[in-house]
Nanobody, 121 residues
Framework: VQLQASGGGLVQAGDSLRLSCAASGRILSSWIMGWFRQAPGKEREFVAA????????KYADSVKGRFSISKNSAEHTAYLQMNSVKPEDTAVYYC???????????????WGQGTQVTVSS
């Protein structure tokens, strides 16, 4: 199964944006779908994750209350709804799959290609 992230773009601070992560095949119920981001000159960081089977979620403190991860199982797609975006949200956003409900990127075994989000002030 391949993952493809899309939906990035240039937005203004305070705007909303929805990222999509489309899988080329069925996402197993045992999988956890996660979103990570990497800003220029910074390390990759965890953003959000969802357990595919029951919809349980976890978020980084920096996005809690502003971002929301969701899914469409029939479409094999995960989403990241980004509200009230800030300039510090500017990064390349990646979706990934893991068998562990974890914030650690090295536990994710399948990665999408990334989509650029730029937030202007």
């Amino acid at each position: 199964v391949q993952l493809q992230a899309s939906g990035g773009g240039l937005v203004q601070a305070g705007d909303s944006l929805r990222l999509s992560c489309a899988a080329s095949g069925r996402i197993l119920s045992s999988w956890i779908m996660g979103w990570f981001r990497q800003a220029p000159g910074k390390e990759r960081e965890f953003v959000a994750a969802m357990r595919w089977s029951n919809g349980n979620t976890k978020y980084a403190d920096s996005v809690k209350g502003r971002f929301s991860i969701s899914k469409n199982s029939a479409e094999h797609t995960a989403y990241l709804q980004m509200n009230s975006v800030k300039p510090e949200d500017t990064a390349v956003y990646y979706c990934a799959a893991s068998s562990q409900f974890t914030t650690q990127g090295n536990e994710y075994f399948r990665w999408g290609q990334g989509t650029q989000v730029t937030v202007s002030s």
